[in-house]
């Protein structure tokens, strides 16, 4: 059987016009993003597109059609506050300049893949991701004209083998009985897909089958596009092998790999993320951390592997500089034991995570949460430096 390809390629012209992935309102996000954005732009933009796939989630139980769910879709949206998407997904109905159109794109880009990476290590979670995604990218892609496919095509180098005329006019009487809505077969095209690539399709008997090839009409269009792009086993295959890679290996390297609190000092200058050198280093400097620090970096040393007993000790060691030991044990063992599980509802509680630890409240005595989002420019440039990193841009 002749090999009948779907490519993905965007052609070398395109390539060569500058940020030619953002051509178009609607992204086959295939290409991850590049360049610089704010951190707290990054966060918003994550948080919102999260919100949308909830409203996603919401709009597909209570509608069927693409474009009754894409309407009530943008309703939400400007219900809820989230007018960048809006605009997003009804680009056409809003005033927009093309510089604007650009960096929208470019955050519809950004959010989707932080989201993907962060979504793709619990099976349960990236399934739902991967469904509202499916959903959405279905509504935009089912209401754009001829003139936007034409473009979205020729942006994304995509190329469906279309099935001629003469060869439409022999098999015009098998392409009737599955064309269904009174589409008028002379004037739409049909293009041949594996069968594989649209086993939907088929499996719901709307395209005519031959020799293994489907002859999907382009009424059918997001159908084949939504297979190929969200039906890759490759991408699940990937995903999988990210889970057990991640997952499994660093919980056996925990379970058996300690660190000892003489291992620290070394640690906090080579390997610690900056919030937990900068509290490290604040707590030998003060010998005292507020009871947000204490939690932050109390769990970080659990979770890269500082036992219980060392734990206490390490704190102690630190608080008695300015404190008497029974001072110590009244007040912050207990703290130090309840991070590990051991008192109150014993829970085993986790390090937190960046956006836990962005998203914390700071007060003036504080020094945990995140320091490129606490620290003016200046006082981070600064202390960057001072760890060898001098090349910071602004």
Same mark, same amino acid.
């Given at each position: 059987?002749?090999?009948?390809?779907?490519?993905?390629?965007?052609?070398?012209?395109?390539?060569?016009?500058?940020?030619?992935?953002?051509?178009?309102?609607?992204q086959?996000?295939?290409?991850?993003?590049?360049?610089?954005?704010?951190?707290?732009?990054?966060?918003?933009?994550c948080?919102?597109?999260?919100?949308?796939?909830?409203?996603?989630?919401?709009?597909?139980?209570?509608?069927?059609?693409a474009?009754?769910?894409?309407?009530?879709?943008?309703?939400?949206?400007?219900?809820?506050?989230?007018?960048k998407?809006?605009?997003?997904?009804?680009?056409?109905?809003?005033e927009?300049?093309?510089?604007?159109?650009?960096l929208?794109?470019?955050?519809?880009?950004?959010?989707?893949?932080?989201?993907?990476?962060?979504?793709?290590?619990?099976?349960?979670?990236?399934?739902?991701?991967?469904?509202?995604?499916?959903k959405?990218?279905?509504?935009?892609?089912?209401?754009?004209?001829?003139?936007?496919?034409?473009?979205?095509?020729?942006?994304?180098?995509?190329?469906?083998?279309?099935?001629?005329?003469?060869?439409?006019?022999?098999?015009?009487?098998?392409?009737?009985?599955?064309?269904?809505?009174?589409?008028?077969?002379?004037?739409?095209?049909?293009?041949?897909?594996?069968?594989?690539?649209?086993?939907?399709?088929?499996?719901?008997?709307?395209?005519?089958?031959?020799?293994?090839?489907?002859?999907?009409?382009?009424?059918?269009?997001?159908?084949?596009?939504?297979?190929?792009?969200?039906?890759?086993?490759?991408?699940?295959?990937?995903?999988?092998?990210?889970?057990?890679?991640?997952?499994?290996p660093?919980?056996?390297?925990?379970?058996?790999?300690?660190?000892?609190?003489?291992?620290?000092?070394?640690?906090?200058?080579?390997?610690?993320?900056?919030?937990?050198?900068?509290?490290?280093?604040?707590?030998?400097?003060?010998?005292?951390?507020?009871?947000?620090?204490?939690?932050?970096?109390?769990?970080?040393?659990?979770?890269?592997?500082?036992k219980?007993?060392?734990?206490?000790?390490?704190?102690?060691?630190?608080?008695?500089?300015?404190?008497?030991?029974?001072t110590?044990?009244?007040?912050?063992?207990?703290?130090?034991?309840?991070?590990?599980?051991?008192? %109150?509802?014993?829970?085993?509680?986790?390090? !937190?995570?960046?956006? /836990?630890?962005?998203? &914390? @409240?700071? *007060? #003036?005595?504080?020094?945990? %949460?995140?320091?490129?989002k606490?620290?003016? !420019?200046?006082?981070? /440039?600064?202390?960057? &430096? @001072?760890? *060898? #990193?001098?090349?910071?841009?602004?």
């Amino acid at each position: 059987m002749a090999c009948i390809p779907i490519t993905f390629q965007p052609s070398m012209k395109i390539k060569q016009i500058p940020n030619y992935i953002y051509l178009h309102d609607l992204q086959m996000y295939i290409l991850p993003p590049s360049g610089y954005i704010k951190l707290e732009e990054l966060y918003q933009w994550c948080i919102d597109r999260l919100k949308v796939l909830e409203l996603v989630n919401k709009v597909s139980k209570q509608y069927y059609k693409a474009r009754q769910c894409r309407i009530a879709l943008i309703k939400e949206l400007e219900k809820n506050d989230l007018i960048k998407f809006a605009k997003l997904i009804n680009m056409s109905n809003y005033e927009i300049s093309q510089s604007k159109k650009q960096l929208l794109r470019k955050n519809d880009s950004i959010s989707h893949f932080i989201l993907r990476s962060a979504f793709s290590l619990e099976h349960k979670k990236k399934q739902w991701f991967f469904k509202q995604e499916v959903k959405l990218f279905k509504w935009r892609l089912s209401f754009l004209n001829k003139k936007d496919i034409k473009l979205f095509n020729y942006i994304n180098g995509i190329q469906f083998p279309s099935v001629s005329e003469q060869e439409k006019q022999k098999i015009k009487k098998d392409l009737e009985m599955f064309c269904f809505d009174n589409e008028n077969i002379n004037i739409i095209n049909f293009y041949k897909v594996y069968f594989t690539n649209v086993i939907n399709l088929v499996a719901k008997r709307q395209v005519f089958l031959k020799n293994g090839i489907a002859y999907v009409p382009e009424t059918k269009y997001s159908r084949t596009i939504v297979s190929n792009i969200y039906g890759d086993e490759r991408i699940t295959k990937i995903f999988n092998i990210l889970q057990n890679y991640i997952n499994k290996p660093y919980l056996e390297h925990n379970r058996y790999k300690y660190i000892s609190i003489d291992e620290l000092d070394e640690l906090s200058q080579k390997s610690f993320p900056l919030c937990m050198r900068l509290l490290h280093e604040a707590l030998q400097k003060n010998h005292h951390l507020t009871n947000g620090g204490r939690v932050q970096y109390g769990l970080f040393l659990k979770g890269i592997g500082l036992k219980l007993h060392d734990a206490i000790q390490f704190w102690k060691d630190e608080f008695t500089k300015k404190m008497d030991e029974r001072t110590f044990e009244k007040q912050y063992k207990y703290g130090i034991r309840f991070l590990y599980g051991q008192e %109150g509802k014993r829970a085993d509680y986790e390090p !937190f995570h960046c956006f /836990k630890i962005f998203n &914390s @409240n700071i *007060g #003036l005595r504080d020094n945990h %949460g995140c320091p490129f989002k606490c620290m003016t !420019f200046d006082l981070l /440039k600064q202390t960057l &430096s @001072n760890y *060898g #990193l001098i090349h910071l841009g602004k």
